[in-house]
């Protein structure tokens, strides 16, 4: 069973950078899509990056575009988010999903959480200005 557990979050400044971590706790990630959804107080959670299972197609929200990049491990035991530029708006929970589809990787497919039959706990990111 695969049990995801989100790391590397905390405060930091407008302009820092932080490494979110997504590993299982039972089962591999190896055969799984990955991606980070987050959810700021009192919006709607909403997709941030995806990734697919071989590492090489990568997807990201225009408002994350250029300034996070997701990545997996040589394993592909664990999914990174790395955020560089960080902004106030980018303070939220962020999620980490996982997804054992086999559809069309396209955006839309990626965005959307019905996808998903894990998630993580969530681990706070706040960005102050």
């Known amino acids: 069973q695969v049990q995801l557990v989100e790391s590397g979050g905390g405060l930091v400044q407008a302009g820092d950078s932080l490494r979110l971590s997504c590993a299982s706790s039972?089962?591999?990630?190896?055969?799984?899509?990955m991606s980070w959804f987050r959810q700021a107080p009192g919006k709607e959670r909403e997709f941030v990056s995806g990734i697919s299972q071989s590492g090489k197609t990568q997807m990201y929200a225009d408002s994350v575009k250029g300034r996070f990049t997701i990545s997996r491990d040589a394993t592909k035991s664990t999914v990174f988010l790395v955020m560089n530029s960080l902004k106030p708006e980018d303070t939220a929970v962020y999620y980490c999903a996982a997804d054992s589809g086999v559809g069309v990787g396209t955006l839309e497919y990626y965005s959307a959480e019905r996808h998903y039959e894990y998630w993580g706990q969530g681990t706070q990111v706040t960005v102050s200005s």
């Open positions: 039972g089962g591999t990630l190896r055969f799984l899509r």
